[in-house]
């Protein structure tokens, strides 16, 4: 591990984290949960899971994957699913393969701009987006600082990539999205998912799950 990268505990596991990826959230850890309960997997010793919305070899996609931690979570907890894990950046992608292979994750990675250059049909989409909007004064930017703004930032209010992401699911067919935002921003994410045939099913601390309606 050189001086730039350090460990980072994501849902029981070290990842390995540099200033080529953002730093994964606890809030992260609920995009795992949700793809679990879609598939009936219980989340909690002692809890009854949910009636399986999803086959467990069902095949997941993880848009701007940085660091792998979500995709790699996915694939170690549904070893019978098909995971797919796609980002711009390269230096985030040798980042999340390294983690990969370290874990014994078995995982498909790709270089995309979003689901541009993905091949393939997905039962569910995952996704953890810029989504933070330069204006917000509750931001501290020295600490952002440290992190890849690529990672970070959007325009149009921090959706545009997010909305760029529901537009082609939408193409795509793809039956269940599950997206981390901020709380102020998903009022406007629900109305324009649902101008593009997504229901919203639910939402949980800042991960909201839509579900097609075509």
């Given amino acids: ?3 730039d990268s350090r460990k980072i505990d ?3 596991r070290d990842f390995t984290i540099t200033p080529d990826v953002l730093i994964p959230r606890p809030e992260t ?11 009936g997997k219980p989340i909690l010793p002692g809890v009854k899971p949910r009636k399986a919305k999803l086959p467990q070899d069902c095949s997941i996609l993880d848009v701007g994957t940085g660091s792998g931690c979500v995709a790699i979570s996915l694939a170690l907890e ?8 796609c980002d711009i950046s390269e230096k985030a992608l040798g980042v999340a393969q390294k983690n990969a292979a370290k874990l014994g994750a078995k995982i498909e990675f790709k270089k995309s701009d ?8 997905f039962d ?6 810029p989504y933070v909007d330069e204006s917000w004064d509750w931001i501290d930017k020295e600490a952002l600082a440290r992190e890849p703004a690529i990672a970070l930032y959007a325009k149009d209010g921090g959706l545009a990539l997010i909305k760029k992401l ?3 699911a939408t193409e795509r067919k793809v039956p269940y999205l599950v997206l981390e935002a901020d709380p102020c921003q998903h009022e406007r ?5 649902k101008e593009n045939d997504y229901l919203l099913l639910e939402i949980r601390g800042f991960v909201m799950t839509f579900n097609c309606s075509f």
């Fill in 1 to 3: 591990m050189n001086a």
């Fill in 124 to 129: 569910v989409v995952v996704a953890n987006l």
């Fill in 10 to 12: 994501f849902y029981g």
């Fill in 78 to 85: 549904l070893p019978a699913a098909h995971v797919s894990a």
């Fill in 114 to 121: 979003l689901m541009n250059d993905v091949d393939g049909d």
């Fill in 29 to 39: 850890e609920m995009v795992v949960d949700v793809v679990l309960n879609l598939v």
């Fill in 189 to 193: 994410i629900t109305s324009f998912a």
């Fill in 166 to 168: 529901i537009s082609q």
